[in-house]
């Protein structure tokens, strides 16, 4: 029968890409590991990992079993902290996913709320760079709650949150748009090279998809991987950036302008099946006190 300790040893090795790192952050020999990562494919009756000369690679028996072994080690984990949490041995902890944006712009007021009503419960992020890879976390049970883009073909519950509004970020000198009206029409800002978000991150492709519906491919004058960078860079003279309007700090010196089009996208929090009373509770926080229309 399959242990959990089976597939700690499977994720491990996996994570660490070898047998000897994996060994060496489990503090068990490598012969152990060896042994039992045997006695896992022996039990599913397959190999689950191609040794290399200096690597492993996941088989596709390997690659179809991971996501099951991941899940299986996040709900153990939420068993384990309920259990000592309905022993009043600890406090307890949320594994919260999400996207990068949000932990910046939409999350700080409502974990301030939660932190001050629930000093005891510890809340863990885990960030995602794109609402696929976000859903897939989900899906393969890392995390107690997902907070991102709703999910369109999402099957368990799901709660919208709000709208969040995204506006344009110009330098707040030397620009020559007219914005009496607090608006800019993208289309006037074609022959512009952007301040962009990096291939992969979700944001990317919401630019691009506002400016084509603007009639324009956006040029990119640089990429960021981070939220946070790209309206000062921006602000700076590099180029407009689109940016969700909740991340700009009080007080920010670059232009702000909204879209002529609005750009905006509906936020949602979801859950594999019908939520805990801590995960319930801080979904109602977010709904209650989260930066979204």
């Known amino acids: ?25 489990l503090h068990v020999t490598q012969p152990a590991l060896s042994h039992q990562m045997r006695a896992l494919e022996r039990g599913l009756g397959g190999p689950l990992l191609e040794r290399l000369p200096r690597a492993v690679r996941l088989t596709p028996m390997g690659r179809a079993m991971l996501p099951h072994a991941r899940a299986a080690l996040a709900d153990a984990e939420r068993a384990r902290c309920a259990a ?25 007021p409502a974990l301030r709320v939660w932190r001050r009503d629930r000093p005891g419960v510890d809340v863990r992020l885990l960030e995602f760079r794109h609402a696929d890879e976000l859903r897939d976390a989900m899906a393969a049970g890392e995390a107690d709650v997902a907070l991102g883009p709703c999910p369109a073909d999402w099957t368990g519950p799901v709660r919208e949150l709000g709208t969040e509004e995204f506006v344009v970020v110009l330098p707040s000198d030397g620009a020559s748009e007219d914005d009496t009206t607090g608006e800019v029409d993208l289309a006037t800002l074609a022959d512009c090279a952007w301040v962009h978000y990096a291939p992969g991150n979700g944001l990317a492709e919401l630019v691009d998809a506002a400016c084509a519906a603007a009639g324009f491919r956006p040029r990119a004058a640089v990429r960021t991987e981070q939220t946070a ?15 969700p309007a909740n991340v700009l700090p009080v007080g920010f010196e670059g232009r702000v302008l909204r879209p002529g089009v609005p750009v905006r996208r509906t936020l949602a929090a ?3 099946a019908a939520p805990d009373p801590l995960t319930a509770a801080f979904i109602e926080t977010l709904v209650e006190h989260a930066t979204v229309s």
């Open 1 to 25: 029968m399959t242990s959990l300790r089976q597939l700690e040893y499977l994720v491990t090795v996996v994570d660490t890409g070898s047998f000897t790192r994996a060994a060496e952050q």
């Open 84 to 108: 000592r949490l309905a022993s009043g041995t600890t406090a307890g902890e949320l594994q919260v996913a999400t996207v990068y944006s949000m932990s910046l712009g939409v999350l700080p």
């Open 229 to 243: 960078a790209a309206p000062i860079l921006a602000a700076a003279g590099l180029g407009p950036a689109l940016v």
């Open 270 to 272: 979801y859950t594999r």
